[in-house]
């Protein structure tokens, strides 16, 4: 008989992970094209890269949840219902003046400007649903292809299906729709964002 595969361990991560975390997120997302795009001098990319990934982990640790594999190569960070429209407030504390900083004058007023589009076509897909909202999903690079996007996300699923709720989260590769699929979302809409930004909307349903 085939041994069975014991369950990846997944931890729930708090404000002093921060560092291994932020370390994990900006490996993941060190090419991801929206950066680039923001970014396109690779040398100063992976400077904005790590204030990306600490905005969004800061954000997301202190008004939702971050879980992670025991190893920190897989971080899923997600808002649940009730809080997944943070304020202006909330993105200001946690960094997002940073992020920009760091792009310099013009792509960092581009950055600023494209968190309200986010908002845009998420209130367009969800209405006044409550969801719970998929800020990051990245896995290392060395890591990926053993499931550990699965496992991350499996307490969001858990918790979305108990309350019968939907899941949220836009990706920009179309390679990465195919991925998000065999996780169960389905694709709901593509928007074009300032600047030519493709932003593709995917909806997982309650089980």
């Known amino acids: 008989m085939t041994p069975l595969r014991e369950p990846i361990a997944v931890d729930r991560l708090a404000p002093r992970d921060e560092r291994a975390a932020v370390a994990s997120l900006s490996a993941a997302f ?8 923001l970014c396109p001098d690779p040398g100063r990319r992976r400077w904005v890269t790590e204030a990306f990934a600490r905005f969004l982990f800061r954000l997301t640790v202190r008004t939702g949840v971050v ?22 407030w909330d993105y200001v504390r946690c960094g997002a003046l940073s992020v920009a900083w760091r792009l310099r004058v013009r792509s960092g007023l581009w950055f600023m400007r494209l968190g309200s589009w986010f908002d845009i076509t998420r209130e367009r897909q969800m209405g006044e649903r409550p969801h719970w909202y998929v800020h990051l999903l990245g896995v290392r690079p060395e890591s990926q292809g053993r499931g550990l996007s699965r496992a991350v996300m499996r307490p ?24 998000y699929k065999k996780l169960g979302f389905g694709l709901v809409g593509y928007t074009e964002l300032p600047g030519g930004v493709p932003n593709r909307e995917m909806v997982r349903e309650p089980r």
């Open 67 to 88: 879980y992670a594999t025991r190893d920190r190569a897989a971080i899923a960070c997600a808002l649940p219902p009730g809080r997944e429209w943070p304020s202006e």
């Open 156 to 179: 969001i699923f858990d918790a979305a299906d108990r309350d019968r709720v939907p899941v949220y989260l836009e990706t920009m590769p179309q390679a990465n729709v195919a991925i």
């Open 30 to 37: 060190a090419n991801y094209e929206f950066l680039a795009a």
